[in-house]
């Protein structure tokens, strides 16, 4: 298959377009030449040194990753930067990125992955930017209690690290709404939807307080490890299509 071939065709599932004007990442193909063939697909969560030289070793075509390497445009190609950079042009490894559109889509994105993991049902979109959504929310067919539901979540790939639980809200959870990755600004909107949890990756020091206020259980299950679902659905795509995958795993424990 062409570079050119795989980049439309997860650009058309993802809706890539739809995100142009609201993500500060560089969606879709940022590195490569979409007239160079592909046959193994590596995915992973974050495109950095790590992953880059895990991907190229694998002997892969294409690096497929959540975080890429251009937010808001590159001005300069040096440090950091030039350093990936150099690091897939010499292994002749093409980068694709989707970030946003990864987060909310309905099949293949990180909350609809983490969704199923936790095993809610009756999910609908939730959480916005820009009129696109980025989460869900869903209902667990038999009410958990929070200890157990963070049981549950410290299955996730964090890194050596436990899922922190800020358990300001009922005894027994039902509804659950999920933003992951960096989601804590979304806590008003799970405050308006009067679920009985929120599910996210990471917070901040004001969340804490936020949370005990309202009376809402927060669980911080860890950025990565809240997102490796979307990767991992794009490399099932990718196999669909008859192509070779790897997974990159590279905890953060963040």
Not at 10 to 27: C, M, P, Q, V
Not at 235 to 241: E, G, N, T, Y
């Amino acid at each position: 298959m062409e570079l050119t071939e795989l980049v439309d065709r997860y650009d058309e599932k993802l809706r890539t377009d739809a995100y142009a004007e609201i993500d500060a990442s560089a969606n879709g193909l940022q590195v490569g030449s979409r007239e160079e063939d592909v046959d193994h697909v590596a995915v992973a969560v974050d495109a950095a040194r790590a992953t880059i030289d895990e991907a190229a070793s694998a002997g892969a075509d294409v690096l497929v990753t959540h975080h890429g390497l251009s937010w808001g445009g590159i001005e300069r190609v040096t440090g950091r930067t030039y350093d990936r950079i150099a690091r897939l042009v010499d292994a002749d490894l093409a980068l694709y990125v989707s970030h946003l559109p990864l987060d909310g889509h309905p099949q293949v994105g990180n909350a609809a992955g983490l969704a199923e993991f936790v095993g809610l049902d009756d999910r609908e979109p939730f959480a916005t930017i820009g009129g696109e959504p980025i989460g869900t929310r869903g209902t667990l067919s038999t009410p958990v209690s929070a200890p157990d539901l963070r049981d549950r979540l410290d299955e996730l790939p964090q890194g050596g690290e436990e899922t922190r639980l800020l358990s300001f809200g009922p005894e027994q959870i039902e509804e659950i709404a999920i933003v992951t990755g960096s989601g804590a600004d979304f806590l008003d909107d799970v405050v308006d939807a009067g679920v009985d949890a929120f599910v996210t990756g990471e917070g901040k020091q004001q969340v804490y307080h936020q949370a005990r206020e309202a009376g809402c259980n927060v669980f911080l299950a860890g950025h990565y490890a809240t997102e490796t679902f979307g990767v991992r659905s794009l490399a099932a795509l990718a196999s669909d299509w008859g192509l070779e995958t790897t997974f990159v795993e590279h905890p953060t424990g963040l």
